[in-house]
């Protein structure tokens, strides 16, 4: 089965509603992040894994980008997340920011 990424299926996807503010963050996002369609399948299985460690993908607050965050309290399961999200940008060739002092790192697009 093949989903159409479109800005209204990638939010009910991530499990956000579809109005007018977060299709227009939504479209934003993929405007702002270069080479957006060569990974965008990639990022419901990425959500789906990191839901094991108590993570998400989710819309930035702050940035026209997407984040990967978890919200995990252990090292193993910080770890677990952490190295899974380094593998899984490697294998798609995308590039990563982390933000300082938290369990989280930005999409910023392909390498």
């Known amino acids: 089965m093949n989903i159409e990424l479109t800005p209204e299926n990638l ?9 007018e503010a977060t299709l227009s963050q939504m479209q934003r996002i993929i405007t702002n ?3 957006f369609d ?3 399948k990639h990022l419901l299985t990425l959500n789906d894994e990191v839901k094991r460690f108590g993570g998400i ?3 930035s607050n ?6 990967v965050k978890t919200d995990a309290d252990t090292p193993e399961e910080i770890e677990a997340f952490t190295d899974y999200v380094k593998q899984w940008a490697e294998k798609y060739k995308v590039a990563l920011e982390k933000v300082e002092g938290k369990n989280t790192y930005y999409i910023l697009g392909h390498k």
């Open 11 to 19: 939010l009910i996807q991530l499990g956000y509603p579809v109005n």
């Open 33 to 35: 992040t270069p080479g």
């Open 38 to 40: 060569k990974f965008a």
């Open 57 to 59: 993908v989710a819309l």
């Open 62 to 67: 702050s940035k026209d980008y997407l984040k």
